[in-house]
């Protein structure tokens, strides 16, 4: 399975929605503390080895990505400045970025492009807001302004298109409808931080969220009170959950535990997989849209493994 | 009045021992012996005066009723008026006594008037002669006193009180100038201490860092950074900013900006990297790590059109409905592998793929897992996994099949047996009847708004009806984009 070197240290991957051998990767000097970031776009090439197709610098650190839905080559990062840099991978990186959106206060920490209108996409800020925002506008098209701390990720529902979740330190996840003034609905998921939320793909009414207290529950919004599961296996902060789009009840999380989980949690013994080639904080996951089964992670230890569930991703 | 009784009496009254007793006795005496009080009266009005030293503490006209005062009471009184009398009292009433039998209640008599006579000596010398000797000692000091102030004048005496009151001052300047420098000293020497101890503890942390990189050195790893080695890193940075939710929880956090990111929770903090705490050590220290480039990551061109997309976009597994799935992943797969071979031959790469292997690595799939995946299956009964030989058992599926059947048909057969109704409702909800499912979550949404039961729009038209609504609303969507949507999705269902 290839592996690919980052020179900083990794904090998002996220999977081409058009080419099923493109892959993104977030990455921040200095763990992200203080320094530069950098943007990779690999190619996976079918005899092995990973090969960088482009990568652009930003001035501060690079805390995710997320793909254009309606544009093959738009790339959206969310940056520590508290700005949203837009690449053109059709342009040389001289040419790039191609827009630069600067409205939030703080650290920009996640970015989701919509799967369903695929021409909006939102992003989650320290500063406790969420912006709506359009690849052909200057400005945010909407902010939505409800948590009482930052903002860790927000993802849109994949079913609906003005649904979206976000996850806070503030312990709860908000439901939004783009066409409501406040949000929809607020679950206090947990006791502590809340860092990622996904919705289920093929249940648009299943949410699960990640959170600082090492599990993962997952929500059905139509009952909230009581988690529909509870995963817990990971032994410190689990950093980012994804639901898989290929089986419904199967979901990939990474943790400062250092190792990326599988889960299926309509199954008694939720945890079908585990995986602990990182050799420090696993920070990102994606699950790719286009084949079944090809995970891509990274981490603090600067190193993006891809590879298919079920083998070592360490494997030559 | 019986004059005999009266006589004998008198006769009593006369005897001198009886003389030399308290009245109370005689009276009491006489009453024993039955007289009446007048005749006791008579009797004593007939009697020369009684004795003086007892009838001297007695009142004069309390003859009648001064027959129950006790005695002890009459005592202290007369202990202290007059100290030789009472003590010559004793005397005199023992030498009275010793004339008459020794009785034991004279005996006792003696006893308590010794005793009294004691206790009055000692009060009267505590409160008197005490008193004076104190004051006789003041007065010898203040003498003192005066006589040194009057040996000297009064000008040179002030001269004095201030030079010895500068010397005194002084003096207690130096105690505490030697007090802080002692103090200082051994500060210093605990500095010392301290930096000793510091350096002891780097050398142990050197020493284990040596031994954890020749631990990963023999496990094989040969990735950059150093591995943790200390347990617990409580970075307890001042400027970061406190969570407002859980203020009580202490967290450990990785980044110097002045907001916690994702932070580990307070029992089991997520041990960080020792680089990670060093450049931490170092910001919070205001240094800029090393590294940093300044790096200008504006647009060149902010108005930069956006390009026309070169490919379509792609369906969704969860949209398109699971037999589909198969089929528009088989011919994504053939797209891309096709125009990746193209690609191949235009970058000049080999092109390693013979017809077996004519799909990439990342598609194929462990063949022990889709043993183990066939396994399970087989035991579910159903069969969820996608490998290549499935696109040609589908080949024959149309690309659009009827919503209703189809999908409950591919669910029931790739999907757990348990979780069947599940899927099976789901997917009514999903596929079936797209407008409920959302009407329901908008439902669900608007209960939670209102706390009220919203009757679902049943149907596709209430479906359309409300986005047509939200068409109008401001903000900031183009309707024309919406209408296209929506007539997408009811083309795909």
């Known amino acids: ?166 996850a806070s330190g ?74 898989s789009p290929h089986r419904s009840s199967l979901i990939a999380s990474c943790s400062y535990d250092m190792t990326v989980c599988l889960w299926d949690y309509m199954v008694e013994d939720a945890l079908i997989g585990r995986y602990d080639h990182h050799t420090e904080f696993a920070v990102g996951v994606d699950m790719s849209v286009l084949v079944e089964g090809l995970l891509a992670s990274t981490g603090w230890d600067e190193l993006v493994y891809v590879w298919q569930h079920g083998t070592d991703p360490r494997a030559p | 009045m019986r004059e005999e009784q009266v006589q004998n009496a008198v006769k009593f009254l006369s005897h001198p021992k009886v003389k030399g007793s308290p009245v109370m006795y005689r009276r009491s005496f006489l009453e024993r012996k039955g007289l009446t009080k007048e005749e006791i009266d008579e009797a004593f009005r007939r009697v020369p005066d009684p004795p003086q030293n007892v009838s001297n503490a007695q009142p004069a006209g309390t003859n009648q009723d001064g027959q129950v005062k006790p005695l002890s009471s009459v005592q202290p009184q007369v202990a202290t008026q007059i100290l030789q009398p009472s003590a010559a009292a004793p005397a005199g009433v023992i030498s009275t006594l010793t004339r008459s039998r020794f009785h034991w209640s004279h005996a006792l008599l003696a006893v308590g008037f010794l005793a009294l006579s004691g206790a009055g000596t000692a009060v009267l010398f505590k409160k008197s002669v005490v008193p004076r000797l104190k004051s006789w000692i003041r007065k010898v000091v203040f003498e003192e006193e005066e006589g040194s102030a009057k040996t000297t004048d009064s000008k040179p005496s002030l001269q004095q ?5 500068a010397k ?111 450049i931490m050590a170092m910001v919070q220290r205001g240094e800029k790590p090393p590294n940093i480039r300044e790096i200008n990551d504006l647009p060149p061109n902010p108005n930069q059109p956006l390009p026309n997309p ?83 058992q589908r080949s024959w599926v149309p690309p659009q099949p009827p919503p209703v059947a189809m999908p409950e048909a591919a669910a029931a057969i790739r999907q757990p047996k348990k979780t069947l109704s599940e899927k099976q409702v789901a997917d009514d909800q999903l596929v079936a009847d797209p407008s409920d499912a959302i009407d329901e979550l908008q439902r669900i949404t608007k209960i939670s708004e209102s706390g009220g039961v919203v009757d679902a729009n049943g149907g596709s038209s209430g479906l359309s009806k409300r986005f047509s609504e939200s068409g109008v609303d401001t903000n900031g969507m183009s309707s024309g984009l919406y209408t296209s949507e929506i007539q997408e999705e009811q083309e795909a269902y």
């Open chain 2, 310 to 392: 070169h490919s379509a976009p792609r369906a969704k597994p969860w949209e398109v409905g699971q037999t589909q799935t198969s089929y528009s992943q088989v011919l994504q797969s053939h797209e891309s592998t096709c125009g990746l071979n193209s690609n191949l031959q235009d970058n000049g790469f080999v092109n390693q793929l013979n017809g077996d292997s004519s799909v990439p690595w990342w598609q194929k799939k462990n063949v022990r897992i889709t043993e183990i995946e066939n396994e399970d299956e087989l035991k579910r009964g159903s069969s969820g996994v996608l490998t290549n030989e499935r696109p040609v």
């Open chain 2, 161 to 165: 009180e201030a030079a010895a009151a």
């Open chain 2, 168 to 278: 005194t001052a002084a003096a207690a300047a130096a105690d505490v100038a030697r007090a802080s420098q002692e103090m200082l000293l051994s500060k210093r020497e605990e500095e010392k201490y301290f930096k000793e101890l510091m350096n002891l503890i780097g050398m142990q942390v050197q020493e284990m860092k040596s031994m954890s990189n020749a631990i990963q050195k023999l496990e094989g790893n040969t990735h950059g950074r150093t591995p943790l080695t200390e347990q617990d890193h409580r970075v307890s940075a001042k400027s970061l900013r406190q969570p407002n939710a859980n203020g009580n929880v202490d967290f450990d956090s990785y980044s110097a900006r002045s907001s916690p990111p994702p932070a580990t929770v307070e029992p089991s903090a997520a041990p960080h990297p020792k680089s990670y705490m060093e």
């Open chain 1, 1 to 166: 399975m290839p592996v690919f070197k980052t020179p900083f240290n990794g904090y998002a991957v996220k999977f081409s929605p058009f080419y099923e051998h493109r892959l993104a990767v977030a990455t921040a000097q200095n763990f992200g503390i203080l320094g530069n970031g950098r943007v990779h776009v690999l190619d996976l090439s079918p005899a092995g080895p990973i090969s960088e197709f482009a990568a652009f610098d930003t001035a501060d650190a690079v805390y995710d990505l997320s793909w254009s839905e309606s544009h093959d080559s738009l790339l959206v990062a969310a940056v520590a400045d508290g700005s949203v840099k837009l690449y053109d991978l059709s342009l040389p990186p001289p040419s790039n970025p191609v827009r630069s959106l600067h409205e939030h206060t703080r650290e920009a920490h996640s970015a989701d492009y919509n799967p369903v209108r695929r021409d909006s996409f939102i992003t989650g800020s320290w500063d406790d807001t969420i912006k709506l925002w359009t690849i052909d506008r200057p400005t945010s098209v909407r902010t939505f302004k409800e948590h009482a701390y930052c903002v860790y990720s927000a993802a849109w529902n994949p079913s609906h298109a003005d649904v979206f979740a976000s």
């Open chain 1, 170 to 243: 503030d312990c709860t996840v908000r439901i939004w409808d783009v066409r409501e003034p406040g949000s929809t609905m607020i679950l206090p998921a947990h006791e502590f931080e809340i860092l990622s939320c996904d919705w289920n793909k093929y249940d648009d009414c299943v949410i699960a969220t990640a959170s600082v207290d090492k599990s993962i529950k997952v929500w059905d919004v139509r009952s909230f009170r009581v988690p529909v599961a509870v995963l817990n296996g990971h032994s410190y902060a689990v950093r980012k959950v994804k639901f």
